[in-house]
């Protein structure tokens, strides 16, 4: 079955210090990959895609990932996080067999402290 | 990117009442619509697929006739909760494929309160 895993359910990091949030993926057929972010009692904010092309995508507020096709791995960076960047990180992959469902993490909560 | 809307943002209905959440794509026209429910300190969970001008697809374990989905146009997708009982009390979330067919934008999301 296609799963998509985000291995830390909490990262606790200071500002201004580099965070890696972790995205692994079951499969290495072709595939669609996105980061969410949630704030609170919000919906979802696109982050970043990899849709082809480059594997390292660069998105706003500063986040970039590096598509790993060997890993199935679609690991979000941060080189110096802010106090705003605490929110719940969602990664989702859309595997382009059948029916094209977008398939979520359970999300990784990034707290920023100062 | 592009623009989903849900309204409304945040409803309070009694149980045994129905209560209809509206998802709008405002500047694309949208085929398909996705609708999920998010549990407290949950991922989310896709719970239908809805197509213009057909059925929707719903996923394994979601009541048909519970969440009914209407997707009467290319920017319009309805979902609404009949019968609504507290269990249901959720944040719904719809979303749409943008123009380039492959990227998912999401609406704000909907706080359903079943009292």
């Known amino acids: 079955a296609q799963s998509v895993t985000q291995l830390d359910s909490q990262v606790p990091v200071f500002e201004e210090a580099p965070v890696e949030l972790r995205c692994n993926y079951s ?42 096709k060997s890993q199935t791995s679609f690991h979000l960076r941060k080189p110096s996080v802010h106090i705003s960047d605490t929110a719940e990180y969602f990664c989702a992959v859309q595997w382009n067999t059948g029916f094209q469902k977008l398939v979520f993490g359970t999300g990784t909560r990034l707290l920023v402290s100062p | 990117g592009a623009v989903v809307s849900q309204h409304p943002s945040r409803v309070i209905c009694k149980s045994g009442t129905s209560v209809k959440i509206e ?15 998010q549990f ?26 519970k969440f009914l989905i209407n997707h009467a146009s290319l920017t319009l997708s309805t979902l609404t909760v009949t019968s609504a009982h507290p269990e249901d009390s959720s944040f ?24």
Not at chain 1, 33 to 49: A, D, E, H, M, S
Not at chain 2, 41 to 51: F, G, I, P, R, V
């Open chain 2, 40 to 65: 407290p300190k949950k991922s989310l969970m896709l719970m239908a697929t809805s197509n213009e001008g057909s059925k929707a697809t719903y996923e394994q374990g979601v009541e048909k006739d």
């Open chain 2, 23 to 37: 998802c709008r794509s405002l500047d694309f026209q949208a085929t398909t619509m996705f609708w999920y429910r």
């Open chain 1, 27 to 68: 499969s290495s057929v072709s595939v669609y990959l996105f980061w969410y972010v949630q704030y609170p009692n919000q919906g979802l904010q696109l982050l970043l895609k990899y849709l082809s092309g480059s594997t390292l995508v660069k998105g706003i507020n500063g986040f970039e990932a590096e598509f790993n």
């Open chain 2, 92 to 115: 719904y979330i719809c979303s749409a494929r943008g123009r380039d067919g492959n990227t998912i934008y999401f609406g704000e999301g909907s706080w359903l309160t079943v009292v």
